[in-house]
């Protein structure tokens, strides 16, 4: 028996694990914003919380690899795991509105500007420094003329 995939779990359990841990911690640090109280465990309880949508992914990943072998269905796939982190995301926005008592339209606004700001940073970097869009338009341009 290889040890490979069995080591990948335990691996990839762990930066899961710690990625949970960091985005309790930035809860927790977001109380020094909002004048209230707020326990660690009441934190991690909102990060576990949001995640919950993520138990929809087990079913689907049993079957990803036979559904991704078929070109048709990797973009539904793509499409359906990112809706569901999405979820996951305003789920997590709603907690902190909850725990904070801040109004929930304020968070989920600043949330999703900072979601976008974030983006637009890694676009402009990928676009100066690596010529990624110029890149994709040329792989896509190679994939539409060789059908």
Not at 30 to 49: D, F, G, I, Q
Not at 132 to 138: A, E, I, R, W
Request: proline share 5%.
């Amino acid at each position: 028996m290889t040890k490979g995939p069995a080591l990948a779990i335990g691996y990839i359990s762990l930066a899961v694990f710690l990625k949970y841990l960091v985005i309790t911690l930035v809860i927790l640090l977001l109380r020094l914003l909002v004048k209230v109280r707020v326990y660690p465990y009441h934190a991690y309880s909102v990060t576990m919380w949001s995640t919950a949508p993520m138990l929809l992914l087990i079913p689907i990943g049993m079957v990803l690899y036979r559904v991704m072998e078929t070109s048709a269905y990797v973009l539904p796939a793509i499409v359906v795991v990112a809706l569901i982190l999405f979820w996951v995301y305003l789920r997590m926005l709603k907690g902190v509105s909850i725990m904070y008592d801040v109004p929930t339209f304020r968070v989920y606004l600043i949330g999703i500007l900072l979601v976008v700001a974030a983006c637009g940073m890694l676009y402009a970097y990928f676009n100066v420094y690596h010529a990624v869009p110029d890149y994709l338009g040329y792989l896509y341009q190679q994939f539409v003329s060789a059908r």
